[in-house]
């Protein structure tokens, strides 16, 4: 009896280091270019070798005071690692985080400073410079590019349409971690805090978890370069963005208990705007500003956010003839209140609908059993919203566009 107690309590101890082995926290770090891959260059100074200092001064904070977090880099040296295999490692491993570390650049005569994050998402697709197509024009270097890529050319605006976000859940945690990021590190750093903004990173594309890349600033401004060289300031970016993360953990591990210390209030007072989250690329007529609650941005003249009425139940989608009809509709973009009907947002439209969903109000045009009437449709407000696209409906229900699609045929 006495072996048979202690065989038993072997096994437990076994099955549990086990299962907790199995659920430990994985944050995946990338430190951006790297080996023949130098990124941006200016005054002397290299991007990769920046992204690598921070990430490794970041990866090291997490490693001292979150011993419970599985901390993984992408690289550690002065390697080159293509960008899908930078989100395959993150696959992989099932990491619970994904930070890409990266530094600005920008062929502008006028001096530019200050930090920013960015989520997966859109900008206007008559942009032709972005900080992604920058960072994406890495893959051109890749051997067999085309064959990874499908044949994506990082240089066409017309390229960028392809991304989606890989569900909303992850969208609305990224910007969460983004927000989170900004605000520590440019506390706690003492950077110009330019927000969070939403473009279209190759190395976001196929994360399957809450990922965002960290634009730290502008080697391309010998001041904000003399600040990311430097030692101390090195260290202190790395502390704000693992500030940051603690936190981001934190909220999603309630009973945890991580070290985190508050940032200090920043001097300037602080712009709070309403967050507005798409389910695909965003386009936005503004700079591509992912707007947020609690995240600080520099003083600019802004649009007002609209003050939205009590929240209603929102209308049906469907009319009682279509109740068991699939029915197809063009979304436009989702909010986090409900817009009123004429809103300068709705650039003219005037029979736009709506339905919640998530906790956000997403706001369609047209209704149709015909898809290509709908695709018509689509075509021609994309003037107006490159970012539109095709949703289902069976009834009440919101079902899959293709799954939709082979039905009615």
């Not at 005071?65 to 390697?79: A, E, M, Q």
């Not at 805090?193 to 080697?219: H, W």
């Not at 009319?319 to 817009?339: D, E, G, M, R």
């Not at 919203?385 to 899959?400: H, N, V």
Request: glycine fraction near 6%; hydrophobic fraction near 40%; aromatic fraction near 8%.
């Amino acid at each position: 009896m006495k072996r048979i107690i202690v065989f038993l309590t072997m096994l437990s101890c076994f099955v549990l280091a086990f299962a907790g082995a199995k659920h430990r926290y994985t944050l995946v770090i990338d430190a951006g270019h790297g080996g023949k891959d130098a990124g941006a260059c200016a005054f002397g100074a290299k991007e990769k070798t920046i992204n690598l200092n921070v990430a490794l001064a970041f990866g090291r904070y997490v490693e001292r005071y979150c011993p419970d977090v599985c901390v993984i880099y992408t690289r550690k040296t002065d390697v080159f690692v293509p960008l899908h295999e930078r989100a395959a490692i993150a696959n992989r491993n099932k990491a619970d985080v994904f930070i890409s570390i990266h530094t600005n650049a920008v062929a502008s005569k006028r001096p530019i400073v200050g930090m920013e994050t960015y989520t997966m998402g859109m900008r206007r697709s008559d942009e032709k410079l972005s900080a992604a197509m920058r960072e994406n024009e890495v893959v051109l270097i890749e051997k067999d590019y085309r064959q990874h890529y499908a044949g994506y050319d990082p240089r066409s605006p017309e390229s960028m349409m392809v991304f989606q976000i890989m569900n909303e859940q992850n969208m609305a945690k990224s910007v969460e971690l983004a927000s989170l990021i900004q605000r520590y590190t440019c506390a706690t750093a003492k950077r110009q805090n330019k927000g969070v903004r939403q473009d279209a990173f190759l190395v976001l594309r196929e994360t399957s978890m809450p990922a965002c890349l960290v634009e730290l600033g502008y080697i391309t401004t010998r001041s904000d370069m003399n600040y990311l060289t430097n030692a101390r300031n090195v260290d202190l970016m790395g502390k704000g963005i693992y500030q940051a993360f603690a936190a981001f953990k934190n909220g999603q591990q309630r009973s945890a208990s991580i070290p985190v210390e508050e940032p200090v209030a920043e001097e300037k007072p602080a712009v709070v705007e309403e967050l507005v989250v798409v389910e695909k690329p965003v386009v936005v007529e503004e700079p591509a500003v992912v707007e947020i609650p609690e995240v600080v941005k520099e003083p600019a003249v802004v649009e007002k956010p609209v003050v939205a009425e009590e929240p209603q139940k929102s209308k049906p989608m469907v009319n009682s003839s279509q109740q068991s009809a699939i029915v197809f509709k063009v979304q436009l973009f989702a909010s986090k209140s409900l817009i009123k009907k004429g809103d300068a947002r709705f650039r003219g439209l005037t029979d736009v609908d709506h339905y919640q969903e998530g906790g956000l109000w997403k706001y369609t045009v047209g209704s149709s059993e015909n898809y290509d009437d709908i695709n018509q449709l689509r075509r021609k407000v994309s003037a107006k919203f490159p970012q539109a696209f095709i949703i289902a409906f069976k009834g009440d229900e919101k079902i899959d566009v293709n799954k939709a699609r082979h039905r009615v045929k």
